[in-house]
């Protein structure tokens, strides 16, 4: 038995495939978190009520379940949402982070794996996008998961190593966990409303949040693996019509409306190094995508036929 391993932040939607992923990799997990886990806790995980925000908070847990890293997962990842609340978002994406590497200090813990965000990127020129290139984020969003990233290599000159892994467009099978187009989508066609595509082109790079998990646990790991930046992808672009075409595929009296949109960019992400470093091979994003929606449709004709 390995271990624990801290998960701040383990009780939100990514911190389910993580958990489940961690301890079908026999280690022993401490989720620590201001709320309690949506989902059933499985053997080998415990939860401990902490407030990542506060140094005292998470020391305490730190004391009390030594850990040989920390998974940091806390955070606002919905753009609009920090962008019309600066404060929260900076509180929960940037406080927390150094709160999580000053317990680590105090209590002689050296190893965290952070979730950052391929949007600290911004609007790139040149795609697919490699972990070297400049952080030049467009977004409050963005511009705090950079920000948290400095402050994680600052830490390392006080001796805490790093694994950074900028998460992409996470796609989750729990339509009301994640936040992301294609759950607006569904959400949209569920209650027979427009799908709107802004910008025929723009295309992200969607991952599923089971690769995802499996990233985070290869890190956990890899423990000679330091101070180093991983991208975590499909490396594929997928264009937002795709996705609405899919919905529509399963939802045919919902509409397509195409808007032009002078914002529009397209990002996706250089995997090599995931899958050299973590070994992991990304699943395709078009078919974990139609499996969510085909999933949905089936709840949503199960629940009809019910009423």
């Known amino acids: 038995m390995r271990k ?14 993580v958990v489940n992923e961690l301890i079908k990799r026999r280690n022993r997990v401490v989720i620590a978190d201001i709320m309690k886990p949506w989902y059933t806790l499985p053997k080998g995980a415990i939860y401990e009520e902490a407030d990542a925000r506060s140094v005292d908070s998470v020391e305490g847990v730190l004391r009390e379940h030594p850990a040989g890293s920390v998974v940091h997962l806390v955070g606002l990842p919905v753009a609009s949402t920090c962008q019309r609340d600066p404060e929260r978002s900076y509180k929960l994406n940037v406080a927390s982070v150094y709160a999580a590497l000053e317990a680590m200090r105090k209590v002689g813990i050296n190893r965290i794996i952070l979730a950052s965000a ?10 697919p996008i490699r972990e070297e290139y400049p952080l030049d984020p467009h977004t409050v969003y963005g511009a705090h998961k950079a920000a948290a990233e400095f402050i994680v290599k600052a830490y390392a000159t006080l001796g805490i ?15 009301d966990k994640g936040h992301t187009v294609v759950t607006t989508f569904i959400e949209n066609a569920i209650k027979k409303e427009p799908l709107i595509v802004q910008g025929e082109k723009q295309a992200r790079d969607f991952v599923y949040a089971g690769d995802v998990a499996k990233a985070f646990a290869s890190a956990v790991e890899k423990g000679n693996l330091a101070n180093v930046t991983i991208n975590v992808g499909s490396g594929k672009p997928t264009r937002i019509l795709e996705i609405a075409e899919i919905v529509k595929k399963h939802f045919p009296d919902v509409e397509i409306l195409v808007e032009k949109s002078e914002a529009e960019y397209s990002i996706y992400a250089d995997v090599s190094k995931m899958k050299t470093l973590l070994g992991i091979e990304p699943s395709n994003p078009l078919e974990s995508i139609e499996k969510i929606v085909v999933k949905y449709r089936a709840k949503l004709l199960s629940h009809n036929q019910k009423t």
Do not use: C, Q, W
């Open 161 to 175: 190593h790093y694994v950074i892994l900028r998460l992409f467009s996470v796609i989750s099978d729990f339509i």
């Open 4 to 17: 624990n391993v801290l998960i701040l932040g383990g009780s939100g939607n990514l911190g389910y495939y």
């Open 118 to 127: 391929g949007i600290a990127y911004g609007m790139p020129k040149e795609t």
